[in-house]
């Protein structure tokens, strides 16, 4: 997981955020964000799998 955390780094930055410049550490949060956001919505999505299945397979045990 660590590996796909450095590719969302800036590029050519020490890994010591510390050293960073203002502008590439907005850039990196501006890039989580989105990160956050699509896995967000990726966990919406499954919620709603999930809720469809405990629907059918409940309306199956009422049977």
């Known amino acids: 997981m660590d590996d796909e955390l450095d590719a969302l780094r800036p590029s050519g930055l020490a890994r010591e955020m510390e050293r960073w410049n203002r502008e590439d550490l907005e850039a990196y949060i501006t890039t989580m964000k989105a990160e956050i956001s699509k896995v967000e919505r990726i966990l919406a ?13 409940g309306s199956a045990d009422k049977s």
């Open 45 to 57: 999505s499954k919620a709603g799998v999930n809720a469809e299945a405990a629907a059918l397979f």
